[in-house]
C-alpha cells in the first residue's frame, strides 16, 4: 500500500510527511505530543479479542499505544474496570499504561447500557488528571463514539487538541444491516455527529470510510485524515507453514479448511459461509469427507441473544459433521490457525478496515471476503484473495470452488498475500498517526492564539 497517511480534501496522496528533527526541538512549533490520554470506554486492551465486546479495535489500541512509546510518545489507556479489584494502573509495555475506571458495575453491564455510566467514567478521567501537574497530558485520542463524548470534554476541560477514530459509525452500519439485526440507536447517531463537529481530528482506515463521514456526517475535510492500521508482522508471519500449523492444531493435512475467525454476531455472517458449505455439499456430497470448517470467536453483541444459534444452524443445515467451533484464542495461537486454513471467509456486512484480513494474509493464508467497507483495500481482489458481492451463500460457495478445483490458489494467493501484508506494519501506521497529532496540536495552538488575539 502506497499510502498511509491522505488528506481527502486534496489531491496529495503519499507515505506519511515525517517532520524534521530541528523543527521538533523548537518549542511552540510542530512538535510531535510528550504524553497522550487514550480512551477506551466500552473494551479494555487487556481483554481477549474475539469475545464479548473485544475485537480488531483492542488490538488496534494495544499495537498502536506499543509503537507510539517506541517512538517516545508515552500512551495512558484510560477503560472502564469490569472487575473488582483490579489495579487502578497497569503497565501494559514500558511507556504504555492502562488505567481502569470505575463507572457502573463491573459485570453484566452491555454496549448498550454504556451511555448511563459516561458521567461517572469521566469524573474518573479528571480525578486522574487532577492529580498531575498542568499541561500532562498534550492530546486526547478517543476510540468510538462513547469515548469520542468522554474525550470531547476532557480535551476541552484540559485546553488540549481531541483526535477521535470512529472504527464503525451507527449510519453505516445502519444502512448494511444483516437480516434480523439490530439497528444502531438514534442517540448514538446523534452522538457521533457532536463528536465529529467536535474533534480537531479524524482518523479513518480507508478513503472510503473518510468520505463516509463526510457524506454521512458533514465532516470537514480537512479535519479527516487516513491512517491504514496494521498488522503485528513478528507475529503474523508464515513461519513454519500450513503443514506445521495443521499438526499442532490437529487438523487434517489433505482437508480444504476455509476458516471464520471473529465475533459471532449478525453483522460479521458466519452463518453465511456454513450457507455457503451447506450449498457446496449439496452440490458435491464427496466433498464431506475434505471440509474442515473451523468457527473460532465466541458469541457478541446481537449475538449474545441467541450464543448458540449458529451450532443450531449447522444442524438444521445437515453439516454439523464438518464444522468446529473453537473459543477465542491468544494472538499466538489465531496465528496458527491462520497458517493451518486454506483461506479465510469474512463475509461480513460491515467492517471499517477489516484488520483480521490483513493478519491472516500475513501468515500467507488467502481471503474471500464481503466487498465492503474497508475489504477492499486489505484484500486485493484476484491476487491475494477473492472479494464478493453481496451476501448470497451461492456467491461464497463459487468463490471456495475456485481452491478446490484449483488448489494451487491457495499456494500463489497466499504467497501474494503475504507480500502484500508486508506494508502494513505498526510502525509505519504510528509514524502517521504520531503526524496526525503533530498538525492537531498545530492547528490548535494556532486557533488559542488567534482567539487571545
Known amino acids: 500500500m502506497s499510502q498511509y497517511v491522505s488528506r481527502i480534501a486534496g489531491t496529495l496522496v ?13 518549542p511552540g512549533h510542530h512538535r510531535r505530543p510528550r504524553r497522550i490520554a487514550m480512551l477506551s470506554v466500552h473494551t479494555s486492551p487487556l481483554h481477549q479479542p474475539g469475545t464479548g465486546d473485544a475485537g480488531g479495535m483492542n488490538v488496534y489500541i494495544v499495537e498502536l499505544a ?16 469490569t472487575a473488582g479489584g483490579l489495579d487502578s494502573a497497569v503497565e501494559l509495555a514500558p511507556g504504555v499504561l492502562v488505567r481502569h475506571v470505575d463507572a457502573g458495575p463491573y459485570e453484566g453491564l452491555a454496549k448498550e447500557e454504556l451511555p448511563a455510566q459516561l458521567c461517572a467514567f469521566t469524573h474518573g478521567v479528571m480525578q486522574a488528571w487532577a492529580g498531575n501537574r498542568p499541561g500532562y497530558y498534550d492530546l486526547v485520542h478517543s476510540h468510538y463514539w462513547l469515548s469520542g463524548h468522554v474525550g470531547w470534554l476532557a480535551s476541552e476541560r484540559w485546553g488540549v487538541p481531541l483526535v477521535h477514530a470512529m472504527h464503525t459509525m451507527a449510519k453505516v452500519k445502519n444502512a448494511a444491516l444483516a437480516e434480523g439485526d439490530t439497528p444502531e440507536p438514534a442517540a448514538r447517531v446523534i452522538g457521533e455527529t457532536q463528536i465529529v463537529r467536535a474533534a480537531d481530528r479524524l482518523i479513518a482506515n480507508t478513503a472510503e470510510e473518510a468520505e463516509d463521514l463526510v457524506r454521512f456526517y458533514e465532516a470537514d475535510h480537512a479535519k479527516a485524515a487516513v491512517v491504514h492500521p496494521g498488522v503485528n508482522l513478528d507475529r503474523f508471519r508464515p513461519a513454519d507453514g500450513r503443514a506445521a500449523a495443521r499438526a499442532r492444531l490437529g487438523l487434517p493435512q489433505g482437508a480444504f479448511i476455509p476458516l471464520f475467525a471473529g465475533r459471532i454476531q449478525p453483522l460479521k455472517a458466519p452463518d453465511v459461509l456454513l450457507r ?11 466433498l464431506r469427507t475434505k471440509l474442515v470448517v473451523p468457527i473460532v470467536g465466541g458469541p457478541s453483541g446481537t449475538g449474545l441473544a441467541k450464543p448458540e444459534g449458529l451450532q443450531k444452524l449447522a444442524a438444521r443445515l445437515g453439516i454439523a459433521d464438518v464444522v468446529r467451533f473453537r473459543p477465542p484464542v491468544e494472538q499466538g495461537r489465531l496465528a496458527d490457525w491462520f497458517r493451518a486454513a486454506s483461506v479465510l471467509v469474512m463475509p461480513s456486512y460491515s467492517e471499517s478496515f477489516g484488520l483480521v484480513a490483513i493478519e491472516a494474509q500475513a501468515t500467507g493464508t488467502p481471503v474471500v471476503a464481503a466487498s465492503v467497507g474497508g475489504l477492499p483495500v486489505a484484500v486485493r481482489d484476484g491476487s491475494t484473495g477473492i472479494l464478493v458481492e453481496g451476501h448470497e451463500p451461492a456467491a461464497y460457495a463459487r468463490a471456495l470452488r475456485e481452491f478446490i478445483d484449483h488448489p494451487e490458489l491457495v499456494d500463489r494467493m497466499g504467497e501474494a498475500a503475504a507480500r502484500h501484508a508486508e506494508s502494513f506494519g505498526w510502525d509505519r501506521a504510528a509514524s502517521a498517526t504520531a503526524d496526525v497529532y503533530t498538525e492537531a496540536m498545530h492547528d490548535h495552538r494556532r486557533r488559542v492564539r488567534a482567539h487571545h488575539g
Open 276 to 286: 455457503a458449505i451447506a450449498v457446496l455439499l449439496e452440490e458435491e456430497p464427496s
Open 66 to 81: 506499543k509503537r507510539l512509546a517506541a517512538i517516545d510518545i508515552e500512551v495512558e489507556i484510560f477503560t472502564r474496570a
Open 14 to 26: 503519499g507515505p506519511p510527511r515525517q517532520p524534521r528533527p530541528s523543527r521538533l526541538r523548537l
